[in-house]
Each structure stands twice: as C-alpha cells, then as structure tokens.
C-alpha cells in the first residue's frame, strides 16, 4: 500500500512536466499545422478568421460559466478599448503571421515565437512598467539576454549559411517535393526577407497585445471573458479584412481535408485546452517555470520539418536559433533572481496575464 502511495505521489510531483510538454508539442503543432494548410492553398485571412471563430466557439461557454463572479458591466468606452486593442494586437499580429509562415518555414516560425518575451520585456522597459537595473547582475542579464535573444531572431531571419545535411535525401524526391507547393518547405530569397520581416512585425505587435493587457485587465478582472470576447472581435474584423482580399467565394469552404483540421486544432486545442493547462502550471509552479519551456516547440518543429517536408536546415538558422535560446533564457534568469528577492503583487500580475495569453497565438 505504501508503494501505491508514493507511486501516486510521484506521478502527482510530474504532472506539471507532463503538463508544459503537452503544451510546447501543442505549439509545434500549431506551425505545423497552419504551414501545411496554407501550404495547400488556403487564403491566410480566411485561415485566421475560421481560427478565431472556433477559438470564440469554445471559449463563450466557459467564459458565461466560469467567469460570471468576476465579470463587471462592460461600459462603451471599455468595449472601444477592448475592441482597437483586438485588432492592434490579434487581429494585425494573426494576420501578418499567417502571411510570413506562407513565405518562410514552420522551424522558423517556432522560433521566432521565442524573441515575444524578450521584446515585450523591452516594451515593458521602456514604459517603465518593468524595472531594469545595471547596478545588479540579474538586471544585467536581462539586458544581455535581450540583445543576445534579437541577434539570434536576425541571424535566424537572415543568415543562412551552409546546409546540415543530417540525412542524405533522395535528389529526385527533393526536387518533386520542392516543385510541390502543397509541401514547399523553402522558397526563394526575396519571399524568405519578406516573410522574415512579416513574421518579426506579427511578433512585435503581439507583443505590444501583452503590454496592453496589463491595463484592460485592471478594467475588466474576468480574463476569459476578455479573451473570449477579444476573440469574437478579432474575427469580425479578420472576416471584413479577408472579404475585401478574398473575392472568391470558392476560397471560403472548407471541406473534411487540412484545411477544416488546421483551423479546428488552432481554435480549439491552442486557444481552448492549452490555455487550462498554463494557467494550471503557472498556479503549481509559477510563470517562470512555463515559460522555459517554450524553446521546446521549436526542437520538436524542426524534427519534424526534417521528417514530414524534408526541410534543409542551415548552419546560419542553427546559430541564430542557439543564440535565440540563450538570449530567452538569460531574460528568465534574471527575472527570476529578482522575483526571488522581492516579489510584488503587481510584478506577480503582470507575468500571470502575460504567460496566460501567450497560448493564443
């Protein structure tokens, strides 16, 4: 009986790991998913705009449920608030993101999600809402690990270098699967420069979303709520940005192929499930814990990039991603070390609401 116990009492100590692993192939799975269906011809707005309407689907529920304790009345000018921050941050940021992973690669759209803490540190920084200090050694690896982590998204971006041939494909099949646009994993260098510079613009707005969060929410308490209905918004203007796009009406059906799974695993897993799951590893071992593991979704990309697209990686995108990493965690470290020795409401705050959005992209 004894050892039940303590079997039990292992696997209850685990559960966060096995929690935040979820999560990271759960992210992967998102690059993954949204490569292949736009890939396979799908308009990127009509992507984001069925997206956000099963992300709106899903959520509602839980937000009338569980969130009727914490929920004020919504006044007009905190609806106009709600509504530009929406399409500052979702809707700008969603769609530009969709545009870029059509010119790049999954590997790299995994990991430039990477460089989103370390810019919104910045951005923090710089309205004075985050405190640096050169005076201490964790204020000074905040602002190394910030430089380190944008040179690595840059070097990533544009510095390709040599191919790491792994394994040694079949030319026949690699120039079939480069022809084949349903499975392109590459494309020229122009198209590359303008999803690499799309994709960093996705990035920096998404990250001025999470600067912006940390008001609303003083406003409007109830979290699923605001998520939900910052959801609702970003599809009705998403719709309205991809009607004045998309003429074609042909473009707008999804049938039972990637397309309807993509969109469905997106709004459904990345905005529903996923965001229980942070939000439940963040109440056991708090923010700092869930966010080291977010290098992982980009290992577990790139492994099956390889794999499924046959996708060459390159000796310049392998620094620029080591450099990311290192950079990323030099930032955690000293956020870490200096909530170690005093930690504040507020400080406690902000991380929380930051960490618990970033399952929405």
């Known amino acids: 009986m004894k050892s039940l116990v303590e079997y039990v009492s292992v696997m209850e100590s685990h559960k966060p ?18 490569k292949a269906a736009i890939a396979k011809g799908m308009n990127p707005f009509v992507f984001v705009v069925y997206r956000q309407a099963f992300a709106s689907v899903t959520l509602t529920p839980f937000a009338i449920f569980l969130d009727s304790k ?3 009345p919504l006044s007009y000018g905190l ?12 809707t700008l940021s ?11 690669t999954a590997t790299f759209a995994a990991a430039t999600t990477n460089i989103i803490p370390v810019i ?25 690990g910030s430089a380190i982590a944008v040179s690595g998204a840059l070097v990533f971006a ?22 084949d646009s349903s499975l392109k994993g590459c494309c020229s260098r122009e198209e590359w420069i303008k999803g690499s510079l799309l994709m960093i613009s996705a990035n920096i707005l998404w990250s001025l979303w999470f600067v912006l969060q940390g008001p609303i929410v003083k406003q409007y308490p109830a979290k699923l709520r605001l998520t939900a209905l ?4 970003c599809c009705i203007q998403s719709a309205f940005w991809a009607m004045a796009v998309e003429r074609n009406p042909s473009a707008w059906k999804l049938g039972w192929d990637v397309h309807l799974l993509a969109v469905a695993y ?7 499930i996923s965001y229980w799951l942070q939000v439940w590893t963040i109440e056991k071992k708090g923010p700092v814990f869930a966010s080291m593991f977010t290098p992982l979704a980009l290992i577990i990309t790139a492994i099956f990039s390889i794999f499924l697209w046959k996708e060459t990686l390159h000796l310049g995108s392998v620094g620029g991603a080591i450099l990311l990493v290192s950079g990323l965690y030099g930032v955690l470290w000293g956020k870490n070390k200096e909530e170690g020795k005093s930690v504040t409401n507020h400080n406690t705050e902000t991380d929380l609401i930051t960490l618990e959005c970033i399952t929405h992209h």
């Open 230 to 233: 910052q959801c609702f918004f």
């Open 158 to 179: 544009f510095v390709r270098g040599p191919p790491l041939k792994f394994i040694n494909w079949n030319q026949a099949t690699l120039g079939d699967h480069i022809q």
């Open 17 to 34: 790991y096995i929690a935040v692993l979820f999560v990271q192939f759960v992210y992967a799975g998102m690059a993954l998913f949204s």
């Open 266 to 272: 997106c709004g459904i897993t990345v905005n529903g």
């Open 94 to 104: 969603l769609n530009l993101y969709y545009v870029a992973i059509n010119n790049t």
């Open 70 to 72: 914490n929920a004020p």
């Open 79 to 90: 609806l106009c608030k709600i509504f530009l921050v929406s399409f500052c941050g979702l």
């Open 120 to 144: 919104t540190f910045i951005m923090a920084a710089l309205l004075r809402m985050e405190t640096v200090s050169i005076k201490d050694v964790p204020g000074i690896a905040k602002l190394i």
